[in-house]
């Protein structure tokens, strides 16, 4: 059906066990900060290839992405990766954000567009002194600092602002054509979907690795909201398996845990041997679905 996308292996792990990684959004909180570090705590033994931590839509989040990244390369060993975003901002304070990044030690960026300021669905206007595209984002971050390696975003349902697939891929293209080397996916159920894109992908000649990004359903209705603003689809059988659990947690997690699971185990028989988990900020569902990988804790964290 479909080409074997390539092995991004850490070196520490048994040969068959895929590479993992892992996303969190800064916390707004202490509570929030508290739970955020007990599910880094948690997560590191699984020694991720990285762990990313996201940008708030317009740059408000930029302190606190900072911040918790500061954190993660002070109190662990993870290797983190700063989403960024041009929206709202001149290319000067972007280029700012990047070389505080790559002052602290920071070699790995997620370069997106970002949303409308408008919000989802609006017009998306790039400020006038800045970054009109992702792809002239992440050509700005490599001719600054070569040494930060870039991954970008990618749609396997196609972005809802793409005209078509075809624009959908063609803009994937720019950005690795100006050096972007992964790509994360947007989440999806149906396999089929990622499958049937990376066929495009690949036919368009691009062959950096298209890591799927897998979302664990925390919460069915929150999962169904994100999807309907993202362009995600949500299938009917996924609805059925949540069907009359909104008052029961505990089952909720169980029924979550087997799908996330059975997802991401499919895609491993078929050749995927990396994935990248949307967290939520929170570890038990994603800890386990690891576990069900064949991946083990290894100790990576220097602190508890
Ligand atoms: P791009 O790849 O730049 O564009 C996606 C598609 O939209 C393109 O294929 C193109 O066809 C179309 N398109 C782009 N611009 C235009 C235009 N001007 N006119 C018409 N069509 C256009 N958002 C955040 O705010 N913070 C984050 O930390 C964050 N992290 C993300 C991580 C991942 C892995 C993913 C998949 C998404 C993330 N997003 C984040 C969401 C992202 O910012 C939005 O989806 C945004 O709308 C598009 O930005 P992009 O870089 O993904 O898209």
């Known amino acids: ?56 839509a317009g740059g408000s989040t930029r302190e606190r992405t900072h911040s918790t990244i500061a954190r993660i390369l002070a109190e662990t060993s993870l290797t983190p990766a700063a989403h960024l975003t041009c929206v709202d901002a001149p290319c000067g304070d972007i280029d700012d954000v990047v070389t505080k990044y790559h002052e602290v030690g920071v070699r790995h960026i ?35 600092h070569g ?17 078509s697939f075809d624009a959908d891929v063609d803009m994937l293209k720019a950005k690795v054509d ?22 495009r992908v690949r036919a368009r000649g691009i062959d950096i690795p298209i890591v799927p990004g ?18 995600a689809s949500m299938p009917d059988w996924l609805a059925k398996k949540f069907e009359g659990l909104d008052d029961d947690p505990e089952t909720r997690k169980l029924v979550a845990a ?16 990396t994935f990248h988990f ?12 690891s576990h069900l990988l064949g991946i083990r804790p290894h100790g990576a964290q220097k602190a508890a």
Not at 132 to 138: C, F, H, K, Q, T
Not at 147 to 163: F, L, Q, R
Not at 178 to 199: M, V
């Open 1 to 56: 059906m479909t080409e074997v996308p390539p092995a991004v292996r850490d070196g520490h792990r048994a040969p068959k066990a895929p590479a993992i990684s892992f996303e969190f959004f800064p916390p707004k909180t202490e509570e929030m900060e508290r739970n955020l570090w007990e599910t880094i705590s948690r997560l590191a033994p699984l020694a991720p290839n990285f762990v990313s931590v996201t940008y708030g």
């Open 110 to 144: 997620v370069a997106l567009r970002g949303d409308p300021s408008s919000g989802l669905g609006g017009t998306y206007v790039p400020h006038p002194q800045g970054y009109r595209s992702s792809a002239d984002l992440v050509a700005a971050i490599k001719r600054r």
């Open 147 to 163: 040494d930060i390696e870039v991954t970008v975003s990618a749609y396997p349902e196609k972005h809802p602002e793409s005209p």
């Open 178 to 199: 100006a050096g972007a080397t992964r790509a994360i996916t947007q989440f999806f159920f149906d396999n089929d979907l990622y499958f049937r894109y990376l066929d």
């Open 214 to 231: 897998i979302l664990p359903v925390q919460n069915f209705k929150q999962a169904a909201n994100f999807a309907k603003r993202t362009g």
């Open 258 to 273: 087997a799908v996330a699971a059975g997802q991401v185990q499919k895609l491993a028989k078929h050749g995927v041997d």
């Open 278 to 289: 949307y967290t939520m900020n929170r570890a038990d569902l994603v800890f386990a679905i």
